[in-house]
């Protein structure tokens, strides 16, 4: 590495939708990576219109307008880690896998395929297209149950068929690709409700699950605790914490803003939280 490069500060580059109430999307990622103290970077793929209703609007950018925002930033700045969020559709992923092709760093994807109202966020037709065209770039991967699914294309109703799920996608990527992904974080928020605690798993090849246990704090609808999870997860990795450290320092960052965020009141929605990433 040139001496000038060496001394230049790592950066994490957040690619994905953007949100004008600022809860979720690039404007959460942003909060989350400067709250614990990286510098973030941001290119859009979407522009979104929601508030606490849901999402009314989605208008994907032309995928050479992504491509030349990350080219932008990897041209003039040291990133060490890219965080993808919401895509859009496959023609935009597509993009992103190419020019992500020869990108030395960690690539955390957060595969966001909709609103936590329940909207439709990314029109991909099948998992192999998304497999093909981005999974192989990636280091990480941090689904939810229902995109755990989606992707492995097995059912996922308990924690015996999520790690199944989360093996079957190590084992398709290890086969057909050259083995850069490192782990599946599967998010539990979602996996039990009923559950007193949220339980977030670290699937890795060749190891056993790694649990990582928090209280479920709170009954309200939270905004943008998926974007922020990643966020979270490559920032410590940017700050030098290998993956395991990394895996529990996003959880505990998770509880503290979660709890910090449920007494305060932003939106009119009653019931409705987005996260308040500074209280953190």
Not at 46 to 61: H, K
Not at 93 to 109: D, K, T
Not at 131 to 143: A, D, K, M, R, Y
Not at 234 to 245: F, P
Request: hydrophobic share 40%; charged share 20%; proline share 5%.
């Amino acid at each position: 590495m040139p001496e000038q490069e060496a001394k230049l500060r790592p950066t994490v580059l957040s690619i994905a939708g953007s949100d004008p109430t600022g809860g979720a999307g690039i404007q959460a990622d942003l909060k989350t990576m400067t709250s614990i103290g990286v510098y973030g970077a941001a290119a859009i793929t979407c522009l979104t219109v929601q508030n606490g209703s849901g999402v009314s609007m989605i208008e994907p950018l032309s995928p050479e307008l992504v491509t030349r925002q990350v080219q932008a930033v990897l041209s003039d700045y040291r990133v060490s880690q890219i965080k993808i969020g919401m895509v859009g559709n496959l023609e935009i992923a597509r993009a992103i896998g190419r020019v992500l092709q020869n990108f030395q760093g960690q690539v955390i994807y957060d595969p966001v395929l909709s609103a936590s109202s329940g909207q439709i966020l990314s029109r991909l037709d099948a998992p192999e297209q998304l497999h093909e065209s981005l999974i192989g770039q990636v280091s990480v991967l941090t689904p939810n149950r229902e995109e755990l699914a989606w992707i492995s294309g097995l059912p996922v109703t308990n924690w015996d068929q999520a790690v199944s799920a989360a093996r079957t996608i190590l084992a398709r990527h290890s086969i057909s690709k050259s083995g850069l992904l490192q782990g599946v974080i599967i998010k539990g928020g979602h996996l039990n409700n009923e559950s007193p605690e949220i339980n977030d798993l670290l699937i890795r090849p060749d190891k056993d699950p790694l649990r990582d246990s928090r209280p479920r704090r709170g009954n309200k609808e939270l905004h943008g605790t998926g974007c922020t999870y990643a966020s979270a997860l490559s920032s410590y990795l940017a700050l030098g914490h290998d993956l395991t450290e990394a895996f529990h320092l996003a959880g505990a960052y998770m509880d503290q803003v979660i709890q910090a965020s449920l007494n305060q009141r932003i939106s009119r929605r009653s019931g409705y939280t987005p996260l308040l990433h500074h209280l953190g």
